[in-house]
T-cell receptor, first 115, second 114 residues
C-alpha cells in the first residue's frame, strides 16, 4: 500500500513552452503532497507544499507564478512549469503522507529536459 | 537554521563488508528521522523510519540508530552486496516548522564492489 505515481516519467520540451507533471496517490487519500526538485548529484530541495482545496505554500526562492501547483482532489496534485527554460531542467519528485500520517511516500520522479 | 549533513559523500567498499553511513542534524527537537535509498534516475525508497522516542530500527541487514541529544543517526549495513549500491539519503522532520516537512541531507553515494 501507500503507492505514489508520477506522470510522465520523463519529458522533453522546448524553451518557452509549459509542461504539466501529475502526482497521484494510488491507494490512499493525501490532503498534503510535496514537490521537490533534484539537480544532478544533489539532494532533494523542497519547492512547495500542496494542500487539497487550498493554495500551495512555496519555499523561499521558488517562483509561484512559474511553478503552478493545483491540488484539486485528495489523490491528485499537478505541477505546471510555465515558460520553461533550460535551467528548469531537473528531476522533479513528489511525495505524500501515507495513511498513518507520519511517513512520506515518494513518487518515481519526472525527468524534465528543456531544450 | 535546521540542517542535515551526511558524511561521507561517497563510499566504496568490497562486497561482504559491514559499513556505517552517518547523518547529523543541527536541532535535537525532531519528530522523526527517515533513511531512504535512491537508485540513479529513480525516486526514493523508504528504508527505515525512527520516531523521536526510539533509539533504533532494524530491517533485514539494515540497522538505523538515533541519538537525539548528539544530533546523530547512523545506518549500518551488514554483509554488503553489489545490489546495495545506491545513494542513501537521511531526512529529518524537525519540530517548530511545518510538522510534515522533511529536510534532506546531501546523501552518501555507496558503491559495493563485487
Amino acid at each position: 500500500g501507500a503507492v505514489v505515481s508520477q506522470h510522465p516519467s520523463w519529458v522533453i520540451c522546448k524553451s518557452g513552452t509549459s509542461v504539466k507533471i501529475e502526482c497521484r496517490s494510488l491507494d490512499f487519500q493525501a490532503t498534503t503532497m510535496f514537490w521537490y526538485r533534484q539537480f544532478p548529484k544533489q539532494s532533494l530541495m523542497l519547492m512547495a507544499t500542496s494542500n487539497e482545496g487550498s493554495k500551495a505554500t512555496y519555499e523561499q526562492g521558488v517562483e509561484k507564478d512559474k511553478f503552478l501547483i493545483n491540488h484539486a482532489s485528495l489523490t491528485l496534485s499537478t505541477l505546471t512549469v510555465t515558460s520553461a527554460h533550460p535551467e528548469d531542467s531537473s528531476f522533479y519528485i513528489c511525495s505524500a503522507h501515507g495513511p498513518r500520517g507520519y511517513e512520506q511516500y515518494f513518487g518515481p520522479g519526472t525527468r524534465l529536459t528543456v531544450t | 537554521k535546521q540542517e542535515v549533513t551526511q558524511i561521507p559523500a561517497a563510499l566504496s567498499v568490497p562486497e561482504g563488508e559491514n559499513l556505517v553511513l552517518n547523518c547529523s542534524f543541527t536541532d535535537s527537537a525532531i519528530y522523526n528521522l527517515q533513511w531512504f535509498r535512491q537508485d540513479p534516475g529513480k525516486g526514493l525508497t523508504s528504508l527505515l523510519l525512527i520516531q523521536s522516542s526510539q533509539r533504533e530500527q532494524t530491517s533485514g541487514r539494515l540497522n538505523a540508530s538515533l541519538d537525539k541529544s548528539s544530533g546523530r543517526s547512523t545506518l549500518y549495513i551488514a554483509a554488503s552486496q553489489p545490489g546495495d549500491s545506491a545513494t542513501y539519503l537521511c531526512a529529518v522532520r524537525f519540530r517548530g516548522g511545518s510538522a510534515r516537512q522533511l529536510t534532506f541531507g546531501s546523501g552518501t553515494q555507496l558503491t559495493v564492489l563485487p
